[in-house]
């Protein structure tokens, strides 16, 4: 006979007392429906959805749920009626720096500067590195 | 005054890059014209997110004014562009403020509707709703706010929050339950 290693095996129907994270959890972030009778329903949803038409309520605790979320849609309604305060376009422009937006050159299409010591110092180098390649192949 | 929104996306594409040329040849006004374009429903997004409108305000002027910087960088289009910015800036913004106050108690609400016409719009409904919005997690309040605030179809928000429609009706379905269990008890 083998050992029982899943000692959880014993308590199948006691529950495992909660951790205070997992109390804490937001009711959001849960990933199971909601047990009881909070469940938005099928008809509910397809309805906000816009792929059905509001729901007849078959029983008490549907007319419930559709009252409350008409009156919620009634309030989004509103919502959407919101505009953005006058006074906001002068404030974000008043706001944008001075400097206008750069054009987003590739590298090899930006301008550089160079200044005659540099560009003495890269000839001469330039020089340098011929020269010992000229030497190496001498060499050889 | 507002400027109309012109008929077709392609028309609409057409016109912005328009303004873009504009703005970036040294027109530095033009740019009111795509603020005046599209800052309503970006300023909706940001106070359904946010649910307080001074930070709505800021956040919004912040997008564009990092929408005016980097201008040039635009590909595409720039309401989907300047769309993200706003989107990210509200997700910061919560993220910054969630962790200053880990509980949502009523006085640790964003300030509330100023102005005193906002104040008489301001339902009890709409302040419980705001604050069970704000408990959340953003991926759903954000789904929820384009879906309900917004009134826009999950195609559009698929296609400005670069995901599924399946992947949103299933953030909107958890966000509706999830309201639907803080609301019911007193509404329901």
Known sequence: MQDNLNARDGDAGRERPRRASEQAQPLSDREVPIAGGTATSEMINSWLDGDAPEPVAVNADTARQVDLWRRIEEDSQRRRQLVTPAHVTAQIMAALPTDLPQMALPWWKKQMQVSPVVAIAAAAGLVALGAAIGNSMRIR | ?188
């Open chain 2, 1 to 188: 005054m507002k400027t109309t929104v012109p008929a077709s996306p392609t028309d609409q594409l057409e016109v912005d890059q328009d303004i873009i040329s504009r703005v970036l040849a040294g027109d530095r006004d033009a740019f009111s014209t795509l603020i005046n374009r599209y800052s309503d429903p970006l300023y909706r997004h940001a106070l359904g997110m946010t649910g307080s409108p001074d930070v709505a305000e800021d956040i919004l002027q912040m997008s564009f004014i990092k929408a005016y910087q980097h201008l040039a960088e635009v590909r595409g289009r720039f309401d989907a562009w300047v769309f993200r910015i706003v989107a990210n800036g509200c997700k910061d913004w919560l993220k910054n403020i969630r962790r200053q106050h880990l509980s949502y108690d009523e006085d640790d609400q964003p300030s509330s509707y100023s102005t005193p016409d906002e104040e008489l719009d301001r339902t009890e409904l709409r302040s419980d709703l705001d604050r069970a919005l704000m408990t959340l997690a953003p991926s759903l309040r954000e789904a929820f706010v384009m879906k309900h605030v917004e009134g826009r179809s999950y195609e559009e928000m698929a296609d400005l929050l670069g995901t599924t429609v399946g992947a949103l009706k299933m953030r909107v379905h958890r966000a509706r339950e999830a309201l639907q269990a803080l609301l019911e008890e007193k509404y329901a």
